[in-house]
């Protein structure tokens, strides 16, 4: 499958808050966040595009000095497992060459996302008590030692 992975600008607004709600359905963000993630300096919107332009996979993360913190990463449920989000996820560390920790929040049910990002090199740092409807979520921390992950 071909794509290119690129951070996107205000204008692809209305076509990535319409795939953030096929990749999480119950996880509703108001129009005035999307907006601040566009807008406000310090956030990172990255996504994967295909060739007719389309939205496969987009991470939206927070990134602070040496740290970043992923807010939402997410790939259509028909690409999973293409390896959509681990690049998705190299280009946001290779685009900040002092980056030393990423940091994420992931609902203990999640088990795909948890697989995912074990693979990834994350561990649990601690569990995050109400994180969302109620549930529990671990706080997950990798350390960035190279570029490759
Ligand atoms: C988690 C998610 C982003 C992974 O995206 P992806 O593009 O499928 O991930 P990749 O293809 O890069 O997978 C990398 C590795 O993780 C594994 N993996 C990914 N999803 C997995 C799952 N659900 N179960 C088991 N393993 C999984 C892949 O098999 C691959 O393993 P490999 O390196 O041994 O081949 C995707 O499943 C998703 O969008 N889930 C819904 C949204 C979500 O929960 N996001 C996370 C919370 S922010």
């Given at each position: 499958m071909k794509f290119i992975i690129n951070r996107l600008s205000i204008k692809e607004?209305?076509?990535?808050?319409?795939?953030?709600?096929?990749?999480?359905?119950?996880?509703?963000?108001?129009?005035?966040?999307f907006v601040n993630y566009f807008t406000m300096p310090q956030y990172i919107v990255m996504a994967a595009i295909d060739v007719r332009g389309v939205i496969l996979g987009y991470a939206i993360c927070s990134a602070?000095?040496?740290?970043?913190?992923?807010?939402f990463l997410g790939v259509a449920l028909e690409n999973r497992c293409c390896g959509i989000a681990s690049q998705i996820l190299n280009?946001?560390?290779?685009?900040?060459?002092a980056l030393k920790r990423i940091?994420?929040?992931?609902?203990?049910?999640?088990?795909?996302?948890?697989?995912?990002y074990?693979?990834?090199?994350?561990e649990i740092i601690r569990i995050r008590k109400m994180y969302a409807n109620g549930r529990d979520a671990y706080e997950?921390?990798?350390?960035?030692y190279d570029i490759d992950l």
């Open positions: 607004l209305v076509d990535l808050k319409r795939f953030h709600v096929k990749c999480f359905c119950s996880y509703i963000i108001s129009d005035i966040s602070l000095f040496d740290e970043i913190d992923i807010i280009k946001i560390v290779n685009s900040m060459p940091y994420l929040e992931v609902d203990i049910n999640n088990i795909g996302a948890m697989t995912f074990r693979k990834k090199g994350f997950m921390m990798k350390k960035i």
